[in-house]
């Protein structure tokens, strides 16, 4: 099999007190990765000193913002840029399963000798021991991208935008997809605070594409003071969907593409924006239709609306972890999964108790027959007891104690019959250990 192997660093480079990626995850780890610290005069002096010292030069730059999409869009940018024929580089948070899935060459996760080299570099940097834990994996994955000498670099925001680590870089190309309310304590109260905060990736002259179907003004006011030649959808481009596709609107063209691989309403509307981006007179990397059509079908991306069978139920497993996502998760079900008369629905849900999880059950609770609730392996995770606060007493399935996701899911196993689905979501961590225990006793993936 293909691996993305780095060529080894130099020899004079001092050996950092670590051997394997194991130990290094457990270091990285020890200095707490729940802890957020916005900025980029940390990680942006540590960059320039490294990419000053090895005269690295970078590439085509696309960076991807928003609060629902990004995985989705970078998925689908990777992919085509792959059918071009160009090598690609795709920078994701946060991971599922392995650290190495936030850094991939070529849709391929990097391999363990590649990251471990990335890290004794930075480690040997001096400044790098002030980075934070997202830091620190951002400037790795910068480092094997500009030793690997790729056409592309992919980097999708994790927080905000504006002070997100990846915004240390110029954009060549900027996405911003949907906008919801989420990290509110961090990037403000409503969704014109949060607008401002993802427009900070914008930049003077460069292409950029505002995506989200309910534009906030606040993203063309920081556009027009950047003098940014911002796209925005319902003004610059619209989408229209048809039986068998979409077409893209312009002011003066339309152009037609069959439907994304990726499952779901909301990912036409991601790859509008994906194909706006690329369409964009501004694009200094332009591809060919065939690249797009054949990368819109081919993107895969995990987590996202994942479909496996396991001891004759259907298990969903989806990432949706605030409002709008949920939303997007309950019209997937509607269109690819409905239910014949004599089978059930559960849900299995776990989340950090940052995450609005009232408008979260509030939305989806009618929609399943019951609810079976457990903890994540954070210390963020909500309690069992908050969850169940939010839901109604006759959707209560499972225990009212403290009780492990996987556990959760087993008890909803257990009560199901076959024909019955089992819905998993709430945050990433849930779909993580779930979907780590299907693998492990031999489920499906459809």
Known sequence: METNQLTPMPSQTPLAPRQTLAEWLVWLEQRNPNHIELGLDRVGAVWQALKQTHGWVLPTVV?????????SSVAM?????????LRVGAYTSPHLERFNERIRIQGIDID?????????????EPGAQSLTYFEWATVCGLIIFAIAKLDVWLLEVGLGGRLDAVNILDADLALITNIGLDHQALLGADRAAIAKEKAGILRANQAAIYADPNPEPAVWAAATALNCPLWIRGKEFSLTQQKQGWCLNLESSQSCWPNPNLKGLMQIDNAAGVVALLQHPKNNRPVSRHAIEQGLQSAKIIGRYECFTH????????????????????ENINLNNSLNDNHQRF???????????QTMLSAAHPFFN????????????????SIWAHLPE????GLRHETKIVSAYNRALAHSKAGDQIVVFGSFYTVSAIRHHLKQVGAHLV
């Open 394 to 397: 006759q959707a209560c399935l």
């Open 311 to 330: 001891q004759s139920r259907l298990i969903i497993l989806d990432v949706a972890h605030n409002q709008e996502s949920v939303e997007a998760l309950l």
């Open 370 to 385: 019951g609810w079976f609730v457990g903890y994540l392996p954070s210390e963020r995770s909500a309690t069992v007891a």
């Open 347 to 357: 849900a299995v849900f776990g989340a950090l108790n940052d995450k609005p999880i």
């Open 77 to 85: 940018l990777e992919a085509i840029y792959i059918a071009e024929g």
């Open 63 to 71: 960076t991807v913002a928003g609060t629902n999409g990004k995985g």
């Open 112 to 124: 363990d000798k590649s990251l471990i080299s990335a890290m004794v570099l930075l480690h040997a």
